[in-house]
């Protein structure tokens, strides 16, 4: 090889050395940046921290558009800005009978280009405003070492499905900027409303429901263990705090042998109220110190269904499937 003009020969043994090297190194770096950045080049954040909600702030692009005063509100974490979701918030658009009434707010963690916010805003009808959460995507709960603890389940990253979850658990309800506004509804960014949607929010008002959910899935302990430590969990919450649950039945049966129902909530619409009742809070509070979002990868769909059966009355959860609303979810 060439080293300031010098022929420098490397015996075949060396070379091999400085390759095998190179390559390990290359590893190291790669794991260092996406695999395990916490560790190595963003110190983790923990819930102390809490006074960087306020940091999080709602902007728009492209030119003045008139704001809806809506009380409404329908949000989805994207990954990225894509055509394909573009096309899929055409079709709330083309299929929720709101009149283009209710904001739309994109939450994301990883910057996106802006060029790509300006053709979405342009490509949608309705207000269309951004959030940046990506501190709740490096936000811990205390006395957790996010490094030395192995997770339980690895997704774009060690522990960004858990930090998701949590963020939709507990820090949905937390935000400054969402104070404002009476219901939220929640997509998926691969959701789509495949036809004609009644409006929803005027259904929740009238029937003075808390809740809206989709279908009812489960949770299975043989594919994440540590799921049913939950159902003792949850027990001995109530009994420690005197709960009487609204929904008794339906507690009872959200345990299975090895399973717990969950609501399937990539579509789901939320009464904000409900969920920031002091009762709520600290039930939230009191599963969140467990940690068990983050060792066993409790989901808030899970923890969503146990939410409604011990504070909501059957009469105030709606279900999709009783109105026959299309949609769709990871479909094409």
């Given amino acids: 090889m060439f080293i300031c003009g010098r022929l420098i020969l490397i015996k075949p043994v060396r070379l091999i050395k400085i390759c095998c090297a190179t390559v390990v190194v290359s590893i190291i770096v790669f794991y260092a940046i996406f695999w395990e950045p916490y560790c190595f080049f963003a110190k983790p954040l923990y819930s102390s921290s809490i006074s960087s909600l306020a940091l999080a702030k709602i902007y728009t692009y492209g030119p003045p558009r008139s704001s809806s005063h809506s009380k409404n509100l329908i949000i989805i974490l994207v990954p990225k800005i894509s055509s394909k979701l573009t096309q899929r918030l055409q079709l709330i658009d083309r299929n929720f009978a709101d009149n283009f009434s209710t904001n739309?707010?994109?939450?994301?963690?990883?910057?996106?280009?802006?060029?790509?916010?300006?053709?979405?805003?342009?490509?949608?009808?309705?207000?269309?405003?951004?959030?940046?959460?990506?501190?709740?995507?490096?936000?811990?709960?205390?006395?957790?070492?996010?490094?030395?603890?192995k997770t339980p389940y690895r997704y774009r990253g060690k522990w960004n499905y858990s930090l998701m979850i949590r963020f939709w658990f507990k820090f949905l309800f937390e935000l400054p900027e969402l104070e404002k506004f009476e219901y939220v509804m929640r997509l998926d960014d691969d959701s789509k409303l495949t036809d004609k949607w009644m409006n929803v929010f005027d259904e929740m008002r009238n029937k003075n429901a808390v809740y809206f959910a989709n279908n009812i899935?489960?949770?299975?302990?043989?594919?994440?263990?540590?799921?049913?430590?939950?159902?003792?969990?949850?027990?001995?919450?109530?009994?420690?705090?005197?709960?009487?649950?609204?929904?008794?039945?339906?507690?009872?049966?959200?345990?299975?042998?090895?399973?717990?129902?969950?609501?399937?909530?990539?579509?789901?619409?939320?009464?904000?109220?409900?969920?920031?009742?002091?009762?709520?809070?600290?039930?939230?509070?009191?599963?969140?110190?467990?940690?068990?979002?983050?060792?066993?990868?409790?989901?808030?769909?899970?923890?969503?269904?146990?939410?409604?059966?011990?504070?909501?009355?059957?009469?105030?959860?709606?279900?999709?499937?009783d109105y026959n609303l299309s949609y769709c979810h990871k479909c094409r």
């Fill in 217 to 321: 899935d489960l949770d299975l302990e043989e594919q994440l263990p540590g799921t049913m430590f939950l159902k003792q969990v949850t027990f001995d919450y109530i009994k420690q705090n005197n709960i009487k649950p609204k929904q008794f039945e339906i507690l009872r049966d959200a345990f299975g042998n090895n399973s717990i129902h969950t609501y399937f909530n990539n579509f789901e619409v939320l009464k904000m109220e409900f969920f920031r009742r002091k009762e709520i809070r600290h039930w939230v509070e009191s599963i969140d110190s467990t940690n068990g979002i983050f060792y066993y990868r409790w989901g808030d769909a899970g923890l969503r269904y146990l939410t409604l059966a011990l504070f909501a009355e059957q009469h105030e959860v709606l279900h999709r499937a």
């Fill in 104 to 149: 739309l707010l994109i939450l994301y963690s990883n910057v996106p280009y802006e060029s790509d916010l300006l053709h979405l805003t342009d490509a949608i009808k309705r207000p269309v405003s951004f959030l940046n959460v990506g501190i709740f995507f490096n936000l811990f709960p205390i006395r957790f070492d996010p490094c030395k603890t």
